[in-house]
């Protein structure tokens, strides 16, 4: 696709937030700069000028225009560089996928509470926050998962629901493996394999998401 404007992605040397922009930019086949910044350069140049001074920010046609929170960001892009019905063809559709978007973002304050913890016992106690939101995550995903002929979020295809869906199920193999369990979960594996199988995000993937359980 040939892109009418420019964007620039900044964002840290990382996953993160910034990863869900990066695969939707591959998805749509959109370039764009994927500029890593420090902590440092962070601090000293693009926190003053970020709109909540916080990763990522996305800056358009050079800066005329720049938009904040990795969700907003994800979501302008799906709303206008993707194909009709990518965010939902009708309203509450856009809803489901929002919610599932939502809800895949919700399971970053456990990983970051595990990540962060200061000592042993905070870390227990964030483990076991993390261990009951990925099982009622993962329960709720194949629940749905398992009601749907092309096993996606909505009837038409892809959407950037699936997206983030895809990135999560990657940080949790990659947190622990066990979490996906096939027999547990079969259609939210199938869905992870399927998308990870996808043409337009195939190459990145393997690159440079290394599987132990596909």
């Not at 440092?40 to 926190?47: G, H, V």
């Amino acid at each position: 696709m040939r892109a009418k404007h420019t964007y620039r992605l900044v964002y840290f040397d990382a996953e993160g937030r910034g990863e869900p922009i990066r695969l939707l930019f591959l998805y749509f086949g959109v370039p764009y700069e994927d500029l890593r910044v420090s902590k440092e350069e962070w601090a000293e140049k693009w926190k003053k000028v970020a709109p909540f001074e916080l990763a990522p920010i996305l800056e358009i046609d050079e800066g005329k225009k720049m938009l904040a929170d990795s969700v907003a960001i994800s979501r302008f892009l799906a709303k206008t560089l993707g194909p009709e019905g990518f965010i939902g063809r009708t309203k509450s559709d856009a809803a489901k996928a929002d919610a599932f978007v939502y809800s895949s973002m919700d399971l970053f304050t456990p990983f970051y509470l595990v990540k962060m913890a200061e000592d042993d016992q905070k870390r227990a106690g964030a483990l076991v926050y993390l261990t009951t939101s990925v099982s009622r995550y993962l329960r709720c995903l194949e629940k749905h998962l398992a009601t749907t002929e092309n096993n996606y979020v909505l009837p038409n295809g892809v959407t950037w629901a699936d997206i983030y869906i895809l990135f999560v199920i990657h940080i949790l193999e990659g947190m622990n493996p066990d979490f996906i369990d096939k027999e547990e979960y079969p259609h939210v594996f199938k869905h992870y394999v399927k998308m990870r199988s996808n043409p337009k995000l195939k190459d990145y993937i393997e690159e440079k998401w290394p599987s132990k359980i596909v």
